[in-house]
């Protein structure tokens, strides 16, 4: 359509299906989950569209179920970078010429199909590869991941639309062009929907990409880069590379065409990222956009005024669900003594309710941690807590890797707020609290402020109006995103826009058109229609 301005469809938020006992999805999702737990694929490279195999296997086992292998993929080798850069050159031509309504056409058929019959397959690959409940894989996998692709196209729309003024006699115009060069996708093992965002956002806007996925997570993204191809992504446009970081990003960051670097993983690998290519700068055609979601030690406040339950509650959640594995997860908590002696012994006795195991027993409530370095790293934690004065564990505090990596829901109190756990990310089920006295509200704020480096979200509960705005005044650049009387988890596309500063990276707020701006430069275009033909000036007569 050459002589159109069209209208994007409306994108709303994709409702969540609730797998209750009996329904339909739950049906066909059982069936799914079988289906992909019998099958072992191998998964290869796609450069330009092709498979390739480099007969360096590497399994991709059930964090929960760790003797179960769920497929194996094929590790890329550098050499296979500069290839697929070349495959994302060759693309480019004709993608960034491609009216951005085509482009956009891909997306949302992607968003279709995914909301449609390729919901369960990519929620059992979520659950199965990353040991995500049912909740939490349909929450990720398929709502999150279709708001994503349709709202990036509503807010690419919008950002094409805005035109600047033109003056009698010219017009101007603003085209907001891709970046000279590819994006380096690196995307993170906990969310299947965070995994493709990453690469399809700056796609949308006219960029090729090479995109690493993380090891533990290449069962769902093997999936989903079938549904991108599905839906009609050409070539080239997307180019996969299972494969260890250490190995590949170097030589991709190092390219002199490197356009941008699309991250969201931990904050000592992007700081290591930024710095090569602060080394590399002189080399580079442009200068590259960095853009990256990092750590997070994101915290609750507990005011005298607030509802215990609706406290406890969103520690169970903000802190457990996933298993504490998102950058969002409440890990440390700031408790008013009066609000923990409501709350203390419901919680406790909450927390050590949760069940713990597969997640293919849907009456569980979390699943195994992804690895064994991360089941190791948060044993050695708990280890901490029990030999550290004025430090208590109260819930949990047990792990056992015989069958999957299971570290029980844990819950620690601490008399020192400056302790270890109260300031490095865990990414796990460990929550860490410290009770204060209902009359040092002020001095906690400051303390939820400095104890941390990372700023990524936060949470305040009051009842009580002053305290809100208080604390929403004081903790102003704690938390790139802040709630008040809800957990700091559960970002919604086009609701509330995700991302941090400080440790937590550089604020870019996936699902918004702040982070499609990232991807693209713009270039103004000026026409006078009736030029001027005499060189002088009104004042030199």
């Known amino acids: 359509m050459h002589d159109a301005i069209v209208a994007v469809p409306p994108p709303g938020n994709d409702p969540v299906l609730g797998y209750a006992p009996g329904s339909p999805e739950r049906a066909r999702l059982e069936v799914e989950l079988a289906r992909l737990a019998g099958e072992c694929p191998e998964i290869p490279l796609v450069i330009g569209g092709q498979r390739l195999t480099t007969g360096r296997l590497v399994p991709v086992v059930m964090p929960h179920a760790h003797r179960h292998v769920v497929a194996h993929f094929h590790a890329a080798e550098p050499a296979h970078v500069e290839q697929a850069i ?47 409940t049912v909740h939490q894989a349909e929450i990720d996998a398929a709502c999150e991941l279709v708001d994503f692709l349709r709202w990036n196209v509503a807010y690419a729309a919008r950002l094409y639309a805005e ?9 101007n115009m603003m085209e907001l062009r891709p970046l000279e060069g ?83 993983g931990s904050t000592e690998v992007f700081r290591a990222l930024w710095r090569q290519g602060g080394e590399n700068i002189a080399g580079y055609r442009s200068y590259p956009r960095l853009v990256g979601e990092t750590g997070g030690k994101d915290f609750i406040v507990a005011h005298p005024s607030a ?25 440390r908590v700031y408790l008013a003594a009066s609000v923990w002696k409501q709350l203390e012994a419901e919680l406790v006795a909450t927390i050590d309710e949760l069940g713990v195991g597969d997640v293919r027993d849907f009456s569980n409530f979390c699943g195994g941690v992804i690895k064994q370095s991360a089941f190791d790293r948060h044993a050695a934690a708990i280890a901490e807590a029990r030999e550290t004065g004025g430090m208590k564990v109260l819930a949990g505090g047990t792990c056992d890797a015989r069958d999957g990596w299971f570290v029980r829901p844990t819950f620690i109190t601490t008399e020192d707020p400056s302790v270890r756990l109260m300031r490095d990310e865990l990414f796990g089920p460990i929550v860490t609290a410290h009770v204060f006295p209902d009359h040092a509200w002020g001095e906690v704020l400051d303390l939820v402020d400095r104890t941390s480096p990372y700023a990524l979200t936060g949470a305040v509960f009051a009842r009580e109006r002053t305290a809100l705005v208080e604390a929403t005044t004081r903790l102003r650049h704690a938390a790139g995103n802040f709630y008040l009387n809800d957990k700091p988890t559960g970002a919604v596309v086009g609701q509330q ?37 005499d060189w002088r000036y009104p004042y030199q007569g």
């Open 163 to 171: 035109q600047p003024a033109s003056a009698p006699g010219m017009w």
């Open 86 to 132: 070349r495959a994302a050159a060759d693309a480019r031509r004709e993608w960034e010429t491609m009216r951005w309504e085509a482009r956009a056409a891909v997306f949302l058929r992607a968003a279709e199909l995914l909301a449609g019959p390729w919901r369960e397959r990519i929620i059992a690959a979520t659950m199965l590869g990353q040991s995500k």
């Open 497 to 533: 826009p995700f991302g941090g500063a400080r440790a937590s990276g550089t604020d870019d707020k996936a699902g918004s058109a702040l982070n499609l701006l990232r991807f693209v430069a713009a270039r103004t275009i000026k026409e006078t229609f009736v030029p001027a033909t």
């Open 307 to 331: 509802d215990p339950r609706a406290v406890a509650t969103a520690i169970v959640r903000g802190g457990y669900e996933y298993q504490g594995q998102k950058c969002s997860a409440s890990s």
């Open 182 to 264: 590819f994006t380096f996708a690196l995307t993170p093992f906990n969310f299947t929907a965070i995994a493709l965002n990453l690469p399809t956002a700056p796609a949308l806007m006219g960029n090729t990409v090479v995109w690493k996925p993380s090891e533990s997570q290449m069962l769902a993204a093997w999936h989903t880069l079938l549904l991108l191809e599905e839906a009609g992504l050409p070539p080239g446009v997307i180019n996969m590379l299972p494969g260890f970081g250490h190995e590949l990003a170097p030589v991709a960051v190092g390219h002199r065409d490197l356009g941008a670097i699309h991250f969201t």
